[in-house]
């Protein structure tokens, strides 16, 4: 989606980019029983759950960076499904 709305927008000055989360820490997250939380981990190569300031981060440089577009960046600690 992000590659063809860069594309139809582009001729308006409009850039588009997106973000794909892996597992990231929040309030739903930390009620989960703690051996729900390490197999959901373990196959994360960082071995933890994102943060949302790292999401929030990755926003700030999509806005930010002017040559970015029609992109998806995985926020995702390396995890493949």
Known sequence: MA???A??????????GA???????????????PEM?????APVPLK???LAEE????????VENDFFTGRC???DGGLRL
């Open 48 to 50: 933890r759950l994102g």
């Open 37 to 41: 939380l390490a197999k959901m981990t």
């Open 73 to 75: 960046i995985d926020v």
């Open 19 to 33: 973000i794909a989360p892996g597992f990231i820490k929040t309030d739903i997250l930390s009620g989960m029983p």
């Open 55 to 62: 999401i929030a981060q990755t926003a700030v440089f999509i």
């Open 3 to 5: 590659t063809t709305w």
């Open 7 to 16: 594309k139809e927008l582009a001729r308006f000055g409009i850039r588009a």
